[in-house]
T-cell receptor, first 116, second 115 residues
Framework: SQKIEQNSEALNIQEGKTATLTCNYT??????LQWYRQDPGRGPVFLLL?????KEKRKERLKVTFDTTLKQSLFHITASQPADSATYLC???????????????FGTGTRLQVTL | GAVVSQHPSRVICKSGTSVKIECRSL??????MFWYRQFPKKSLMLMAT?????????EQGVEKDKFLINHASLTLSTLTVTSAHPEDSSFYIC???????????FGSGTRLTVV
């Protein structure tokens, strides 16, 4: 069966450190992978998209890697701040597997807490 | 940037009544919108894909007669939870994709509580 797993339900780190979140998937062949931030009681906000032919993508303090051989994406936040505390979700487009129009399937999410 | 406006943000209703949730795309046209539900501390589960001018496509296990979707214009999709029961209590979120942009834009969500 198809699965998207973010193997840390929660991650606590100190301000200034680099947070690394993991997203693993099985039985998918995604053309791209996306990362979203979700604050409590709010809808997700798009952060980054990385395509299957890209190894790494950066945006300010964010970095995403994508290894289609390992079926894994890593999401890094450098110089983390308390304001980065939120739940981070990875998402795959499963249209290639289903032959349907593009639509996202989300991972289980990692709740990041950055403390002073 | 593109905004999806979702209303209401919170609603409490009695068992057996129906509740309508609206999602509007502001400053862009959305031929397709997606409806998700999310249980506490769980991920988003896609319920259905709403298509402007045609029938919605429901995910496996989602009752289409219970969750009625209407997408009558290029900027408005509605989800009606019919004959709501306490187990329908959840966080409902809509999203749309802006053509030419990466990622999807999500509404702010609707917290439904059925008592």
């Amino acid at each position: 069966s198809q699965k998207i797993e973010q193997n840390s339900e929660a991650l606590n780190i100190q301000e200034g450190k680099t947070a690394t979140l993991t997203c693993n998937y099985t039985n998918y062949s995604p053309a791209y992978l996306q990362w979203y931030r979700q604050d409590p009681g709010r809808g997700p906000v798009f952060l980054l998209l990385i395509r299957e032919n890209e190894k790494e993508k950066r945006k300010e303090r964010l970095k995403v890697t994508f290894d289609t051989t390992l079926k894994q994406s890593l999401f890094h936040i450098t110089a983390s701040q308390p304001a980065d505390s939120a739940t981070y979700l990875c998402a795959l487009d499963r249209s290639r597997n289903t032959g349907t129009a593009s639509k996202l399937t989300f991972g289980t999410g990692t709740r990041l807490q950055v403390t002073l | 940037g593109a905004v999806v406006s979702q209303h209401p943000s919170r609603v409490i209703c009695k068992s057996g009544t129906s509740v309508k949730i609206e999602c509007r795309s502001l400053d862009f046209q959305a031929t397709t919108m997606f409806w998700y539900r999310q249980f506490p501390k769980k991920s988003l589960m896609l319920m259905a894909t709403s298509n402007e001018g045609s029938k919605a496509t429901y995910e496996q296990g989602v009752e289409k007669d219970k969750f009625l979707i209407n997408h009558a214009s290029l900027t408005l999709s509605t989800l009606t939870v019919t004959s709501a029961h306490p187990e329908d209590s959840s966080f409902y979120i809509c999203s749309a994709r802006v053509q030419g942009q990466n990622g999807y834009t999500f509404g702010s969500g609707t917290r439904l509580t059925v008592v």
